[in-house]
Structures are given as C-alpha cells and as structure tokens.
C-alpha cells in the first residue's frame, strides 16, 4: 500500500461528512441480500460534492501511478466505478474503458464498452469492495478479452477476509482509498459514533452474518 495513513483518513472523513457512509448499529439498514448490517456505503454520492470528487480523483490518479507504474489505460466497473474512472483517466490522459456485469443483449453485444485495439493493459477502478466478486468478474472478463490487468483500486473496502481471498485467488493486485477501520477511528475521533458502537462495528465486521442473525431473531 502506498496511501499514508493521513490520507486514508482524510477519504473517510469526506465519506462520512457527507453521509456517503452512515453507520447505525443501533438501527441496522437491511442489504438486498436480507441481511442486516450497521453501515450503508453509497460512493457515488462523492460525485455530487466538487471538493471531495476532487481530491478522491487525484489521490486515484497518485496511487495508480506509484503503485502500478505506467499503464495503457483505465478501466472502470459498470456502474459505480464508471465516473471515476473516467475522471482519473483524464487526470492521466490515458484512454477509458468500461466493463458491463454481463453482455448487452442487442446491438453489438458488448460487455466492455470502448475502444480496446488502443490498449493492452489497464488498472480497474471500483467504487466498493465488500466480497469482490462483482469486481473479478470484470477483471475476468478483461482477461479473457486479452487485455492485462495490472491491479485494481477502489474507494473503500469492508475488510471482509473474503474479498482478500478471492483478490489472491485470483492473482489480481488492490488497493482501496480508505478502509473499514481507518474510518471508524475517524468516525470515533469525530464523534460520530460512541465506544459502545464501534465495539458492535468491530463485531459486525469479524462475522456479519452472525451478527445479522442476531438481531433478527
């Protein structure tokens, strides 16, 4: 990793300032999976926020840079990693990709929309990583399109033991901007949530499903 620890902190205090993370224990949100869980993360509201989508963007564009070296391009996942993307290939100058979840089903039929013959590796760009498998689905599909991956950065990662595995697994480098415990020490040093709470945040994050099942019985 080559984010400072300041840096991580800064990102998660722009998430949690404008509310692109909330964090409720006490109130857990329930996923589309039906389970419950005491955070909601939606980064893409940081596009809505010129400052944050601003310093988000060149610290993007740093980490690619000193941790990947020169790349052919850009490639972001359809649909949260799409404006980021974009945004950091500009920043770099380098050509933008992006990869669908499946092949559309009319026209061309494309998964990966954009000018491939222009490039022969990228680095992805993500909004989240909670399991990763949305997210090495698309490197997949990169691959099998004869395209190198060099790596794979995102936002923000919930620190699952099995999005670490399935990133191994698949031979496939990554970063995120900031992470689950970088911003619960913000959220506590900011008053934003209580001892008590950050012990069920840690709780949560050691085993999820557990965690939701007691709360729903």
């Known amino acids: ?7 991580k902190r800064k990102v998660a205090e722009f998430l949690l300032r404008i509310k692109a993370i909330q964090l409720c224990p006490n109130e857990p949100f329930t996923w589309a ?3 419950l869980s005491p955070i909601y993360c939606d980064n893409r509201k940081t596009l809505s ?9 060149q610290i993007c564009s740093e980490e690619v840079e000193q941790r990947f070296g020169k790349v052919d391009g850009i490639a972001g996942v359809a649909t949260g990693g799409i404006a980021l993307g974009a945004l950091v290939a500009q920043e770099l100058g380098l050509p933008f ?6 092949a559309k089903d009319h026209g061309m039929g494309n998964q990966i929309e954009g000018d491939l013959s222009v490039l022969s590796n990228v680095v992805v760009i993500e909004d989240l990583i909670s399991t990763g498998q949305s997210s090495l689905k698309a490197v997949a599909s990169l691959r099998e399109a004869g395209i ?31 992470d689950y415990e970088s911003m619960l ?18 709780a949560w994050s050691l085993d999820p499903k557990a965690w939701s099942k ?3 019985n």
Not at 1 to 6: A, D, F, H, N, Y
Not at 97 to 102: F, L
Not at 195 to 201: D, H, I
Request: hydrophobic share 35%.
């Open 214 to 216: 007691d709360r729903q």
């Open 185 to 202: 020490d913000q959220a506590i040093q900011e008053g934003y949530i209580t001892g008590e709470q950050r012990s069920a945040l840690d």
């Open 49 to 57: 926020h010129p400052t944050v989508r601003t310093f988000i963007r």
């Open 148 to 178: 190198e991956v060099k790596g794979l950065i995102a936002i923000f990662t919930y620190g699952f033991k099995d999005s670490d595995r399935a990133f191994a697994n698949a031979g496939c480098p990554w970063s995120t901007l900031t």
């Open 33 to 35: 999976s039906g389970r």
């Open 97 to 102: 990709i992006y990869v669908r979840s499946s």
């Open 1 to 7: 990793m080559t984010l400072s620890v300041e840096n």
